[in-house]
């Protein structure tokens, strides 16, 4: 089934002048403008296309590829505002993705950043943002596990944390101890369950929990130092933004992978940084 704002595989039918018309099956024809035809397509070739409504509510076809597919959030600039009619988003399409007045939870100017889901509108069938995230998020309640990796988009920050969409269905927070640097809305990251309390509500951190976070990092570390000739210039008072932008976790989980490797005598701090300690030969092999 063809359905807007997803991505579909169509076979080209036929060319004319306006570009080529692909196979839509129970939808007919679908246009391919001529401006994104990949060189050499012809007739019977397949390509990999996203359909949408043009500004004649005639359903189109792009090889451009949106910000966010239909049912995704994501962050968005504002590029344009109609009174009376809504917010115009940026997308990464040529044509920009409106996000009606009745959709909206502020009022958005040119330049501001919006988080919102892309929806088909109910009454027209064209898609549209909505900042209204409350009314497209699942209901049922959330079936995670703890330490299951998610999809994260940070929608606004609160007293505690920041608020965020788990794999584009549920709400959950993240506290600020979890996150060393400052995020700002539309924020896009990895995460990872901490608890799904009785009530359905979600915590979610930026680490895998326990020995799955840390041996992971232990290596990364292991194989960073060995890149740097054998001293690398990271310790346990390493500025936290430095250790996350390097290895992409938190200070907290960094200490820890440290301490794993110290009692394993694989590291060894020395001035400014750590080194690899000399290889050992176990004394089954000297003996004799």
Not at 33 to 54: A, N, S
Not at 124 to 137: D, E, N, T, V
Not at 174 to 200: A, M
Request: aromatic letters at 6%; charged letters at 25%.
């Amino acid at each position: 089934m063809i359905v807007p704002g997803l991505k579909h595989t169509l076979c080209v039918l036929r060319e004319a002048p306006p570009g080529l018309y692909l196979d839509g099956v129970e939808l007919g024809e679908i246009l391919l403008p001529g401006k994104y035809i990949p060189e050499g397509t012809v007739p019977g070739d397949r390509l990999e296309v996203f359909v949408h409504h043009d500004s004649e509510d005639r359903l189109v076809a792009t090889t451009q590829t949106p910000h966010a597919l239909l049912g995704q959030v994501a962050g968005f600039e504002v590029v344009g505002v109609r009174p009376g009619i809504g917010a115009f988003l940026d997308w990464g399409l040529d044509k920009d993705l409106l996000c009606p007045l009745r959709e909206q939870t502020k009022n958005p100017q040119v330049g501001d950043w919006v988080v919102a889901m892309v929806v088909l509108d109910a009454v027209s069938g064209r898609l549209m943002a909505s900042m209204r995230l409350q009314r497209h998020l699942h209901k049922k309640p959330p079936e995670y596990t703890e330490a299951q990796s998610v999809d994260l988009v940070i929608v606004e920050e609160t007293d505690l944390g920041y608020k965020t969409v788990i794999n584009n269905a549920h709400w959950g927070l993240l506290y600020k101890s979890e996150t060393p640097t400052t995020l700002v809305p539309g924020d896009e990251l990895l995460g990872f369950i901490r608890t799904v309390r009785p009530d359905g509500k979600i915590d979610v951190g930026l680490d895998a929990p326990g020995y799955q976070r840390v041996a992971p990092l232990a290596d990364q570390i292991l194989a960073a130092v060995r890149a740097s000739e054998g001293v690398l210039a990271f310790d346990d008072k390493s500025d936290p933004e430095a250790i996350r932008e390097k290895f992409g976790a938190s200070k907290k989980a960094f200490k820890q992978a440290l301490g794993k490797l110290l009692r394993q005598r694989r590291i060894e701090f020395v001035k400014g940084g750590i080194k690899l300690t000399p290889t050992r030969i176990p004394a089954s092999e000297t003996a004799g």
